[in-house]
């Protein structure tokens, strides 16, 4: 019988260490996809702004599609 707990502890040992490796990995996502979209948001601004600059018009990607 203590064979047994002895391997359920280890096992329940072995998938908390799973856990939190895990957990770290995703929160580390998370960081990295908040990142990313701050930085695809200024590359954006920077564009409209170039496409306004080099004509005067409303940028492409704040205009509807002509099918609206």
Known sequence: MSDRIERAE??????????????DVLAAQGREI???????????????EREFAAGGAIPLADQKPPHW
Do not use: F, I, P, Y
């Open 10 to 23: 280890e096992e329940l040992a072995h998938l908390r260490k799973t856990v939190d490796e895990l957990s």
């Open 34 to 48: 908040a990142r990313m979209s701050r930085l695809l948001g200024l590359l954006m601004e920077r564009e409209a």
